[in-house]
């Protein structure tokens, strides 16, 4: 299973469109999607340590996949591969 983080703010349009994207994702890949907030304590860490300027911060099993607009083509391709193996 796939372990995503995705890091977000309020009022983020890219946010948004991120947690509607690994909704439909979860429904056809096994993904764990925990979602942090970069205000939080464990988000301004996660910000401070992955160097992203902006959010949403996508983390697929502790690795900075994306920021901004989440790249579905691309995750897809991506999930695809790890189901393979």
């Not at 995503?4 to 979860?26: G, M």
């Not at 983390?59 to 607009?69: P, Q, S, T």
């Amino acid at each position: 299973m796939t372990q995503i983080v995705l890091l977000t703010k309020v009022d983020c349009h890219f946010c948004d469109q991120a947690k509607e994207t690994l909704d439909r994702l979860a429904a056809e890949y096994p993904l764990h999607v925990r979602e942090v907030a970069l205000d939080s304590a464990e988000g301004r860490a996660l910000a401070a340590r992955s160097g992203a300027p902006f959010p949403p911060v996508a983390f697929l099993d502790g690795e900075v996949f994306a920021y901004g607009r989440l790249p579905e083509h691309k995750l897809r391709q991506r999930l695809a591969r790890a189901a393979i193996v």
